[in-house]
Every structure is written in C-alpha cells, then in structure tokens.
C-alpha cells in the first residue's frame, strides 16, 4: 500500500491497480464512481482503502472499477475480474438491481462476494449463497425500523414514497411489516427521476401526518429542493440513505428536522468508531458518511478473516469470515444464518451543525438486534 | 382525485411544455431552413446548464448564470455550425444523424472531462423560491409559473420575430425556396449561422431553467432531445406553431398520463402493480399519441410546407 | 422544402467488383480468418475472457449486418434497430427466466411453458422480431426521409420505455439469465453452450449464416428489385413492380437477423436489461456499419471489430474513450465515404 500513503488515498481514480506480489490476495471492487449518487461509491471506495492503509499490509492487491451504475456493465466488470484478472473476493456494489445482476453469477463461479451496501430479499432469502456474505444490511432494515420507530412516536397517517425497482419495494414492503397500522398512500417514483411536481401534488392532496420516503443518491437532493419551495409542511421521515451528510449538505436548510435511522452514526460512542472518523477526515478531509463505515467495516471484515486463512482455502476462509471477528465501527455486530447482519438500528436527526450547515446527530436507537425476515428461506 | 390536484398536474403540464417548446422550436427551424436533422441540439441543453451553474456559481448571480448559459449555447451552437453542420447540408440524413450522433459523443464525454461525472447542483435564486397561492387554494411553486411565463414570452418573440423583422422574412424565404433567397443577395451562410445559434441559445436556456429545477449533469439533453422529437413530428416538422401546439399536448399527456394511469389502475390492482402498468402505459402514452395522429395527418399536425 | 432521398449515394449493390477482388479478398480471408483464429488461440492458452470478447465482436457484427441490409442495401435508414436486438434478447431472457421458476410464461387461453433450450429461443426471437418489424414496417415505411427516421427511433423509444417500467421482468433492473440456455444433447454432449469456445463457434456460424443469406439475396432477383427501389423507384414501379412490399419484405429480414443477434448476446452476457433497447444501441450499430463501410457485405464485420477494440482497449486507457470515438466517426463521415472497408479493401463499384 506504499502507492497509497505516498500519493494521498484522494488521489485515486477510478481505476487503479496496486502493489502485487506472489500469493497476494486480490480484490476486485466494482463500483459507483460516476454519474448520479457516486458519491455512495466514493465513500464505500475510501472507507475500504482507509481500513486497509490502517492495517499496514502490503499483500492486498485492490482493483477498481466503475459501474456507472448501470447493470449490464457491472455484469461484464465481474465476468472481467474472475475471468482475466483471477480475483479471489469482489465487493464494492452499491445498488440492489446491479448486485441481482452480478452477485449470483460471481458466487456460482466460486468466487466469495461481500457486499458493503445493498441487501436485495432474494439473496438473503431463496438466492442465498454459501460465498455471498452482506456486511451494511438487509435492504428491510433501516426501513423496518423506521416504521417501528414512527409507529411508537405516534404518527397515524403516514404517505410512503419509494423508486420502483427492487430496493424500493422492499424498503415500502420492510416498513409496512414494523409499522403494522394503515398507510394513507404509496408512491413508486421511476428510477432516477427528476421532476417531482407531480408526486408532491398528490402528497399535498392526501391528508397524509407525515411522510416516509426512500429516494438514494441524487434523487433525493432533486426532491427536497422540489420539496422545500411546495409549502408542503409535514414531519419528513427516511432511512440514511436519503440523509448522508453529503445530500444533507446539497439540499441544505429543507432537511433540518428530518429524522433518519442508520446503523451507524459518526458520533457514535465506540473505540472502532472514534479511529475510523479521526483517519477519515485526516485522510480526505470531510466527514464519512454511513457508506463510508460500511467499506470500513467490509475491509476490516476481510482483514479479520485473512489473518486465518488464504481466501484460496474457500471453507477455512469462509469460516473466517462468519465468525465475524472485528470491531465494527458500529458496535456490536454478528451474522445470522443467511451471513446477513443482526444488529442495533440508530436514529438520527437533521440538525443546523456548528459551522451552520447541516447535519446528523444521533437521538437515540430504533429498535435492537433487527434480523431480516428472509433468512427462513435461505437454504445454505 | 381533487380539483386542485388536477389543476396542479395541469399546470405541471404546461411547465413541461414550454420547456419542450423552447428545445423543438430551435430543431424545428433548423430543419425548416436547413433541411438538417440535428441530434446533438440536447447538447446545447446541456451546454446552457453546466455554463448555467458554472457561472452562477462563481458569481453568486443566477441571471448573469442565466445570460452566461444563453450565450455559451449560442456561441458553441455558432462554432459548430461553422465548423461541422455547414459541411452536411447537402449530404443525405443518414450523415445527418451520424455527425451529429458524433457531436453528442464529443460534448457529453468533454463536458465529462472538464466537470467530472457527479451533477451539479444548482438553485434558483431565493427571490424565486417559495410557493404562491391560486385560486382554489391551489399552492404552486413560483419559479415553475416564471418557466411557464418564460417559455410564453420566447413564443410571443418568436412569433414577432418571424412575422415582423427582416431576419423573419428571410428565415421564411429560407423554409419556402432555398435556391432563391441566395439569388435575392441573402447572405445564405451567415443565415444559416444566425439560426443554428439562436436554436442552440433557446435549448441552452431549457437546459439552465430546467437544471436549476432538477440537477445538471451529463447527458442531461438527451431524454429531453427524444421528447422534441416527438413533438416536431406530431407538431409538424418547419413549423413553429406546431412546435408550440405538439409541446403543450405532450407535456400535458405526459404528466396527466403518469399521475393518473397508475391511479386509474389502483382502483382494482394492489398499489405496487398498478404503478408498473400503469407507468408503463403512461411511458408509451405519448408514442401512441403520435402513432395515432401519424396515422391520420401523416405529416403531423401543421406540416410547414412540402 | 423539399425532402432529400435518404438514399445514399455513396452505399454501392452488392454487385462483385472483379478489379478489386484480389485486395478485397484477401482483405476479407485475412479478417475471418483473424475471427476465427484469435478467440481459439485464446481458448487453448486459458484467456477465456478474450474468447468472450470475440463473440461479443461476432454477435455485434451479426446485428449490423441485419441493419446494413436495411441502411445499406435497401435504403432505409432505420434508427431503431436496438428495438429488434433487444426483443431478441428479452426472448432469451424471458424464456431463460420461466424455465429457470418453472412457471409457465402465460396460461391462458393456451399453456406457454419457458424453454431453456437454445433452438426454442433463436426460433421465438427470429419469428417476434420479424412480427414486431412487420408492425413496426407497416406504418413506417408509408413515410421517407427525416420522418422514417423519427418514426423507427419513437417505435424504439416506446419499446424501450415500456421495458423500463414493466416489473415484471425486472423494469430498469433487467433480467439476470442465471444459466446460459442449452443445446439439446447429442450423443456424449459435444456441444456444451457454457463453454467459451462452444459459445463463440456458435455466434461465428450464426455470422456466416446471416453474411451468406444477406450475398444471396441481394444476387437474387429480389435483391435486384431492392436496389432498383433505393436508387430509383420511380423505374421500379414503372416495370410494374410496388416498391413498398419489397422494402418491407427487406426490413423483416434485416429485424430478424438483428433481433436473432440480440438473443445471442443476451445468453453470452447472461444478462439482458432496457439498455439493449436505448437509442443509443440503435446510433451504436449506425456507426458500426459506417465505420465498417455501408453497403458492403464485409463492412459490418469490420465496423463491428473496430468498434469492440477500440471500446476495450481505448476504453482501457482512457475513461473518455468515446469523445474519441465521436472524433474518429466525424472524420470518418465527412471525409472517409466508404468506411474501413473502402480503405482497406477499396471502393466498389459504384453505379
């Protein structure tokens, strides 16, 4: 990792190919780097290569490359890296339909896949594979949670809004399960829409309490600024996704209030935690965001498991990686029997930070030890 | 299903319209006149919203943003003019398309260069933020009623500026006969030029309205381009009026289509479903609207001239 | 004003061009036998990833061989080919998908199970393509110039945005196919789809079948009655002879080939999703049989391999490698007519 320190972590592009040597592990990372919501895969990449910089090692060859975010070429990316380059692990997907369309092949393949965000039902449930391990979430978590967590605030009429692509409908189908009462209104937007106008007509024309919403990336910037000069006045409720400090920045005053739960937050009281958003912002100079933690925590996890086995060694190498042992930034942290995560799920909400911008700041914990519902059909 | 909430899609309509009206009347003309079928017109569009934010950005002003975009779209449309689209005049529409399919490759992927691949996010000044309150206590964005007004006015200039001014005579002549405004002693050329920029000045001033509404980023023109070119040929390909007519209808259709199809199906389909057919048929609604009035006016509504 | 032909002059009949046939064809032996030779080559020394690649080349060069009969040798400049190609593979995709569920793809009024096997497919994707180029045809046809163009593109876009917002097959996500689909087993299984090679002999025989049906017919009488239309089919009509039926007869066939490559290529990538459809697939393919010199047999093959390496190898060093791509396509339409064929190989005959 000599390049690295040398030439700052910044400094790397999309694609780059470090250090190797004989009987070096090698991983490939395909990700978002371009167009809407790269930042997602920025932060997952810096995240990913901070942990392993920390680490010291110098066997850990990563190559990168970006998806644009379009699923046919991140299926020709995965094919490249087992089929030229011989990768031993591959990560670093951030959508749910780009990993529906690589995880499966690359598993079958004989390939280990751990996913440091998106957790689409299929591979936790029916498609769950003995090589694919999820270490940010179950796409129904954050979303679960938040439902659970509005329901014991009281709210009583909640309208939810997602994209219609998978993600989306099982972030409205997770938060329908904890919430358990009515929804006043469903509103599937198109992927990667912009013009928002009409969707907010018909929040404005329900007579909705509050508003759940699950917009990632780019789209969600679009729809809080639509959002902020409507007068629509309501209580704004979503997953972290839609609240990274990067959005929150972008959108700017309209996100004060919003609440949001994640399964990480960067005040967050851990030791793990406290060196992760010290060398971030010393390395990139910003704060991380959840993606960024979720990289950390995929690399450390990598980490944790070479320190007992050569990934070539599948079953010890697989065995290493389900017992999990690493601090993760965001506590406590463990595999269920699918090897997705049981963990604490956080909420946080919006707040005007001290230099006057916003940010997040933890309120207090969602709901504890959330396990997806899936892992009942996994057959492993 | 409210009043108000008709009203609202309505005027979203429109807002959609007059911003398809100021991309199809710089196409339409272009091929009115010219005779060139231009795809790299949502170039421009992007040309105008990157140019947009770069300078509102450093200048802290949107109408100097504003004025900048208009004039870089104008002036890259009178570049490119110069140096690519005077060449294919005479060629076949297949070099056509091909040239301009290039001009998109190069501008997408040097705008990619110069401003990187994350969009820009750029907002209309605080003086046009906020909402203001209709008739029927309707509540409605006023910057969307400012796109709605603008793309009025730039048709009232068009009008005027064809039916009254010289230049408009001469753009006329151009559309009807272009063997013979050359023999009047029009300066063919500098013609030629002058529209190719005044087309690429209103879809780069589309592209900056629009941008500051939405985001900027690469490729940004292109959807939009593909809308244009729907509502010239359901509009009538040279003619202004039924650019202005084809915008209106589309964006109308098209929004009414998406709010209210996926609406219509819930009534009997569980909510989910519903939004997928019935957002799939909205996407195809305005592709059968133009089969349908091909099918009847196969020139489109208000064919210029043949 | 009045509509210019979209005839172009510079696409020359598929008449033989004896001064030329020496450079030409040993231009021609030297390009298939590259093909062909390469991805083997590869196999054996275990880089299957550039067997891959060279299928991809071949399927690429299948599909512009179906548009250059349209473009090319019938005159009709379809902007909408992606809507075939991508037809094709949401038949392999789709078919894949029920075999793999078990679920039939519809029950009523009659049982239509999924089918993985390859035969089933090809078949499936040839005759929709043509039924949807027939539809699509029909209307289009009846219009010249600038708005064929726009028409085949809008029938595209329709297309393609109803593929991006059906759930059912996945929408904008697109269709994983999780296991290639299957040639039915002869004796000890010789021919296995998932192995690379196999992959790729099938996709060149496919190319060669598609190259050897477009020569025949433009030699036939039918292909003689194609020209006439595209140069002049006043003369045409005036031997008693509609040119309509003809140029559609010509545009199924050039759907069908184009859409039987799209199924192709959906197996190869195991993966089929809307971008197969986008409009910018139908410029793609526009570019391929220019680059490669329209109207010619060979021209696609050729535009298909350039434009392949210079994606993976341009694509290698530069992110930007299209802004190169666009330049190079400037140059070769404003001042290259005849493409990397009519350089390498030079001009045809030209009428």
């Known amino acids: 990792m000599k390049m690295i320190s040398r030439f700052g972590l910044g400094l790397l592009l999309s694609s780059s190919v470090l250090t190797a040597q004989a009987e070096d592990v090698k991983i490939g990372m395909i990700t978002t780097l371009s167009g809407g919501g790269s930042h997602l895969g920025v932060d997952v990449r810096d995240g990913f290569m901070l942990a392993l910089e920390q680490s010291g090692r110098d066997d850990v060859e990563v190559l990168i490359q970006d998806d644009a975010r379009r699923p046919d070429l991140a299926r020709s990316l995965s094919n490249e890296f087992i089929q030229r380059d011989d990768v031993d692990i591959l990560t670093g997907i951030i959508w749910s339909n780009l990993a529906m369309a690589v995880v499966p092949s690359v598993t079958r393949q004989g390939t280990f896949y751990l996913s440091p965000n998106a957790g689409p039902s299929d591979l936790a449930g029916r498609m769950c594979h003995e090589n694919y391990f999820n270490v940010a979430y179950q796409n129904d978590n954050l979303h679960g949670a938040m439902g659970a967590y509005m329901r014991e605030e009281g709210y009583e009429r909640p309208i939810i809004m997602a994209p219609n692509y998978p993600a989306g409908t099982d972030a409205l189908a997770g938060f329908k399960h904890l919430y358990e009462g009515e929804v006043v209104g469903e509103l599937y937007t198109q992927m990667g829409q912009t013009d928002y106008a009409a969707e907010i007509a018909q929040i404005r024309d329900s007579d909705a309490d509050s508003l759940f919403f699950f917009l990632p990336g780019g789209m969600g910037i679009s729809f809080m600024k639509q959002w902020e000069s409507s007068g629509v006045d309501m209580p704004i409720f979503g997953a972290a996704f839609s609240f990274d400090e990067i959005l929150i920045k972008a959108v700017g005053s309209a996100a004060i209030g919003a609440r949001n739960t994640s399964l990480w937050a960067y005040d967050l009281e851990n030791e793990a935690n406290a060196s992760f958003v010290e060398g971030f912002q010393a390395a990139y100079d910003r704060l991380p965001t959840l993606y960024a933690a979720q990289g950390y925590d995929t690399a450390n996890l990598i980490l944790s498991a070479l320190e007992t086995a050569h990934p070539d060694d599948k079953d010890a190498f697989r065995e290493a990686l389900r017992a999990a042992d690493f601090d993760s930034v965001r506590g406590e942290f463990r595999f269920g029997p699918n090897q997705h995560p049981i963990q604490d799920i956080y909420v946080r909400e919006v707040v005007e930070g001290d230099d006057g911008e916003p940010t997040n700041r933890l309120i207090g914990v969602a709901i504890e030890d959330i396990q997806d519902v899936y892992y009942e059909q996994c057959e492993m | 299903m409210s009043v108000t909430l008709l009203i609202e899609q309505l005027l979203n309509g429109v807002q959609l319209g007059t911003m398809l009206f100021l991309m199809a009347s710089g196409l339409t003309l272009v091929f009115g006149v010219m005779g060139l079928i231009n795809l790299a017109h949502g170039s421009f569009y992007m040309v105008g919203a990157y140019a947009t934010a770069a300078v509102t950005a450093s200048t802290g002003s949107f109408l100097i943003g504003l004025a900048a975009g208009m004039t870089a779209a104008a002036l890259v449309g009178a570049l490119v003019e110069l140096i690519v689209i005077r060449r294919l005049y005479h060629r076949p529409h297949l070099d056509q398309v091909l040239a301009t399919f290039a001009l998109i490759l190069i501008f997408s992927e040097g705008t990619r260069w110069i401003f990187g691949s994350s969009p820009l996010w750029l907002s209309p000044p605080s003086w046009l933020t906020g909402f203001v309150t209709l008739p029927g206590d309707t509540r409605y964005p006023v910057y969307r009623l400012v796109l709605i007004g603008v793309g009025v006015a730039i048709a009232i200039a068009l009008y005027l500026l064809i039916s009254r001014t010289r230049l408009g005579m001469r753009i006329r002549a151009g559309e009807s006969d272009r063997e013979m405004i050359g023999a009047l002693g029009v300066n063919i050329a500098k013609l030629y030029t002058v529209v190719f920029a005044l087309g690429a000045a209103l879809a780069g001033l589309a592209g900056a309205l629009v941008g500051a509404l939405q985001s900027v980023q690469v490729g940004m023109g292109e959807p939009v381009l593909i809308l244009a070119f729907v509502v010239i040929v359901i509009g009538g390909i040279g003619s202004i009026k039924g650019a202005l007519l084809g915008a209106l209808l589309v964006g109308v259709v098209d929004t009414l289509g998406r709010v209210y199809l996926p609406l219509f199906f819930q009534t009997f389909m569980p909510p989910s479903e519903a939004t997928g057919v019935g957002s799939s048929l909205a996407a195809m609604l305005i592709y059968i609207l133009m089969a349908v009035i091909l099918a009847f006016k196969p020139k489109g509504l208000f064919a210029a001239n043949d | ?351």
């Open chain 3, 1 to 351: 004003m009045i509509n210019t032909t979209p005839l172009s002059k510079n696409a020359a009949p598929a008449t033989h061009a004896e001064s030329h046939f020496d450079r030409k064809g040993l231009v021609q032996m030297i390009l298939l036998g590259l093909l062909l030779l390469l991805p083997v080559a590869a196999y054996f020394l275990g880089h299957t990833y550039y067997v891959n690649l060279a299928s991809r080349v071949t399927i690429i060069a299948m599909a512009a061989v179906g548009l250059n009969l349209a473009i090319g040798y019938g005159g009709m400049v379809s902007f909408g080919h992606a809507a075939y190609f991508g037809l094709g593979g949401y038949v392999a995709g789709i078919s894949a998908y029920h075999a793999f569920d078990m679920t039939p793809f519809m029950s009523w009024p009659f049982s239509v199970p999924g089918s993985d096997s390859l035969l089933v497919v090809w078949l499936a994707a040839v005759v929709l393509c043509a039924l949807l180029a027939l539809a699509i045809g029909a209307i289009s046809l009846r219009t010249t110039g600038v708005y064929f163009i726009m028409i085949t593109l809008a029938f595209a876009q329709m297309i393609y945005y109803f593929a991006n917002s059906w759930p059912t097959y996945g929408g904008q996500d697109g269709l994983p196919i999780y296991i290639r689909n299957t040639l039915p087993q002869v004796g000890n299984n010789l021919l296995d789809s998932s192995d690379a090679l196999t992959y790729f002999l099938i996709c060149f025989t496919g190319l060669m079948l598609a190259m050897a049906l477009t020569s025949r017919l433009m030699k036939s009488r039918f292909g003689a009655a194609l020209t006439m239309a595209r140069l002049n089919d006043v003369r045409l009509a005036t031997a008693g002879v509609s040119p309509y039926p003809i140029r559609l007869v010509a545009f199924v066939i050039s759907a069908a080939i184009t859409g039987l490559a799209g199924a192709l290529y959906a197996d190869l990538n195991g993966f089929v999703s809307p971008s197969m459809l986008s409009w910018h697939f139908s410029g793609e393919l526009m570019v391929i049989v220019i680059l490669g010199g329209v109207g010619r047999l060979y021209g696609p093959l050729a535009g298909a391999v350039l434009f392949v390496m210079m994606e993976t190898f341009l694509g290698g060093i530069t992110e930007y490698w299209q802004l190169f791509l666009g330049l190079v396509l400037l140059g070769v339409v404003l001042f290259a007519k005849h493409g990397v064929m009519g350089w390498l190989a030079g001009s045809e005959r030209n009428e």
